[in-house]
């Protein structure tokens, strides 16, 4: 049994938004591809923050 919500295959054309930071998560519909590039992205935005943060705290020694 095949579901539409499963793995995607390669040669599908929704297979390269897999772990996407550029394309919204919220305009990705295959779920797994979805779930994918929310993760990417949260942890994108978090790590960026943080970055941030630090350098900001650098620049005030």
Known sequence: MIHPD???P???PNFDLMFSTTVP???IHP???ALTSF???TVRKKVTAE????AI???KK
């Open 6 to 8: 499963g793995r995607l």
């Open 10 to 12: 390669p040669t599908s």
């Open 25 to 27: 998560y919220t305009e």
């Open 31 to 33: 779920v797994r591809a």
């Open 39 to 41: 993760a990417v992205q």
């Open 51 to 54: 970055a941030a943060a630090r």
């Open 57 to 59: 705290g650098f620049s």
